[in-house]
């Protein structure tokens, strides 16, 4: 029972408060749901029905979002061109091939650093860094940085720098790492005791908005190699690296589009670093639209897993690369195993899983999230379901999950769970 001392302070105390008027509120727009509440669908349709109007911008980011979802028909395919027949595929007659894991093993040996690219639109190419980190850790590489990793901000938020083993993965923590395939492979590198570090060119850093392209690569590459050097090599000189990037950020030799990252960093510390194209290298989702080199690549060796080749002593390689990387790495055209990217289901690390699929309409995502992350974690895979579709086949590391569906109009509550036996 309130006192008339105690009522006169409950209402002084009420009045002190500050409150603002009402404001018109704002929808958030696709993009925001991607980053604020997790939900992929709705960036992902707005991305697509933009570049079918046409929209060029939104083209080019579709083909690289739309490998977070598994769809390489979108990411990989929807810029294939068929080659001319006419045009003559080069005699690799003379060529050798390795496997490329033991290739770069070999080669790491004596490297302190390792760089490995990739092209943003291809999933398949964090499937195959996955197995490289996997590879260098017992060589004693314990740092891991990427490209991807978000610098720290102004205002507080998760970083990479504190991320380790057991804690969520969340999306803030990279952009391109919101593929579940990236973001798995982060989690196994937390697992086998890698540290982690970011080196991407900060706001005060880069160039000037209206500084021409070559001003605006030199700044950021020169950005990254300092910030690589500050973040891992000064505090620990002889720490050992490998290093994930995009396309030219791995050319370690001056260039006609500038000097890279690669090359910069070679340059600052004298350490020659073993770099590994695979960006270009990829084959398209029909053998008629495979580059040239890809096709002479594949057509004389047939391989079932990935390889280098050499002719005469030199690398294969896109001319855009050739001579630039130390080795290129050319990827096998698997055929799907049950829907699902065949190089996904040849990680040897991985344990195929089928589970029943609720009722859907509409455009929808199947996805398995880690048990212990709870809802906000990025996926540890994730696929559009095919209209109809009442089984489907995940492709996990062994641990507990809980399963749900996305659809357009949001994230539906989990329908079950499953543990995957080591």
């Known amino acids: 029972m309130l006192t008339r001392r105690g009522f006169g302070f409950g209402t002084a105390a009420a009045g002190a408060l500050c409150v603002s008027p009402v404001r018109a509120q704002t929808a958030l727009t696709p993009e925001e749901q991607f980053h604020n509440e997790g939900r992929y669908l709705p960036r992902y349709l707005e991305l697509k029905a933009r570049s079918q109007a046409g929209d060029r911008d939104a083209h080019a980011f579709l083909t690289q979002y739309a490998s977070f979802l598994s769809d390489e028909a979108t990411a990989i395919g929807s810029d294939e061109t068929a080659r001319d027949p006419a045009t003559p595929i080069a005699d690799l007659s003379a060529a050798i091939s390795r496997d490329a894991l033991e290739a770069i093993v070999e080669a790491a040996a004596s490297a302190q650093i390792v760089i490995l690219n990739?092209?943003?639109?291809?999933?398949?190419?964090?499937?195959?860094?996955?197995?490289?980190?996997?590879?260098?850790?017992?060589?004693?590489?314990?740092?891991?940085?990427?490209?991807?990793?978000?610098?720290?901000?102004?205002?507080?938020?998760?970083?990479?720098?504190?991320?380790?083993?057991?804690?969520?993965f969340y999306s803030s923590l990279g952009y391109y790492s919101n593929d579940p395939v990236y973001a798995e492979m982060v989690r196994?590198?937390?697992?086998?005791?890698?540290?982690?570090?970011?080196?991407?060119?900060?706001?005060?850093q880069s160039a000037p908005a209206d500084a021409d392209r070559a001003t605006q690569i030199a700044a950021r590459e020169e950005a990254q190699a300092d910030n690589l050097i500050a973040a891992i090599l000064r505090p620990d000189p002889t720490a050992r690296v490998f290093v994930f990037c995009g396309y030219s950020h791995a050319m370690e030799r001056a260039h006609r589009t500038g000097i890279w990252f690669a090359a910069r960093l070679k340059g600052k510390t004298g350490i020659d670093p073993l770099t590994i194209e695979q960006s270009h290298n990829w084959p398209a989702t029909k053998p008629e639209n495979d580059a040239l080199h890809?096709?002479?690549?594949?057509?004389?060796?047939?391989p079932t897993t990935p390889i280098t080749a050499t002719m005469d002593g030199?690398?294969?390689?896109?001319?855009?690369?050739?001579?630039?990387?130390?080795?290129?790495?050319?990827?096998?055209?698997?055929?799907?195993?049950?829907?699902?990217?065949?190089?996904?289901?040849?990680?040897?690390?991985?344990?195929?899983?089928?589970?029943?699929?609720?009722?859907?309409?509409?455009?929808?995502l199947l996805q398995a999230m880690h048990a212990g992350e709870g809802p906000?974690?990025?996926?540890?895979?994730?696929?559009?379901?095919?209209?109809?579709?009442?089984?489907?086949l995940l492709l996990l590391h062994p641990g507990s999950y809980f399963l749900r569906l996305e659809r357009e109009t949001g994230i539906d509550a989990a329908f079950g769970t499953i543990r995957v036996a080591g």
Do not use: C, K
């Open 314 to 364: 030199q690398m294969l390689a896109s001319r855009t690369y050739q001579g630039q990387m130390d080795m290129a790495v050319f990827h096998a055209r698997l055929a799907p195993v049950a829907g699902r990217p065949g190089w996904l289901a040849a990680d040897p690390e991985r344990r195929g899983v089928e589970v029943t699929v609720p009722s859907f309409e509409g455009p929808t």
């Open 294 to 302: 890809v096709a002479a690549v594949l057509g004389r060796f047939q």
């Open 188 to 204: 196994e590198a937390a697992r086998l005791g890698y540290r982690f570090a970011d080196y991407e060119v900060r706001w005060d």
């Open 376 to 392: 906000a974690g990025v996926p540890a895979d994730q696929f559009l379901l095919t209209p109809g579709q009442r089984t489907a």
């Open 118 to 168: 990739e092209a943003h639109n291809i999933s398949g190419h964090r499937g195959f860094a996955a197995r490289v980190m996997r590879a260098l850790r017992p060589m004693g590489f314990d740092w891991f940085a990427a490209e991807t990793f978000i610098q720290p901000q102004e205002d507080p938020a998760p970083s990479i720098r504190t991320y380790r083993r057991g804690t969520p």
